[in-house]
């Protein structure tokens, strides 16, 4: 029998999970958690697992923007692209980021230490415009603070 690429750990959540209504999504949920995104090998392993097809699971993957299918960086960029922070020049850290890394949204660094997300909100309306950084929030960034930012995690 083939190894599991799963941990124990996660294994015997999708046991617990596999046979109960929305267990889909929360499996999906559990799986990012502990490897950053969703690989095709993850994927194949839950439709094992469960029993679900492939395809079902590549649909919801693909259908909810909050799973990821790309391993993300060593540190994750979001920028907020919300109403608020676009107006407020979201766009303009999105722009910046690609100057001075070379990064584009859903791009990954050559050496795999920044990703960039575009996102709806993070809830910091009153900050706009907001990035972050592998969780670490940055509100009211304007384009020179964005060299300094990237050099607390270089």
Request: glycine share 12%; hydrophobic share 40%; aromatic share 10%.
């Amino acid at each position: 029998m083939a190894q599991s690429i799963f941990s124990d750990e996660l294994n015997a959540y999708i046991s617990e999970w596999k046979d109960k209504p929305g267990n889909l999504i929360m499996i999906l949920h559990r799986v990012q958690e502990e490897f950053g995104y969703v690989s095709r090998e993850a994927a194949e392993g839950v439709s094992k697992e469960t029993g679900v097809p492939l395809a079902t699971i590549w649909g919801v993957l693909t259908f909810y923007h909050f799973f990821k299918l790309n391993k993300p960086g060593k540190y994750n960029i979001q920028v907020c692209l919300g109403t608020a922070c676009y107006l407020k020049g979201g766009d303009m850290i999105v722009e910046e980021l690609g100057k001075e890394i070379g990064l584009e949204v859903g791009g990954l660094t050559e050496d795999g230490k920044f990703s960039l997300e575009a996102v709806r909100c993070v809830g910091c309306c009153g900050l706009a415009p907001v990035m972050t950084i592998s969780g670490e929030v940055f509100g009211k960034v304007s384009k020179n603070q964005i060299s300094g930012i990237l050099d607390k995690f270089a």
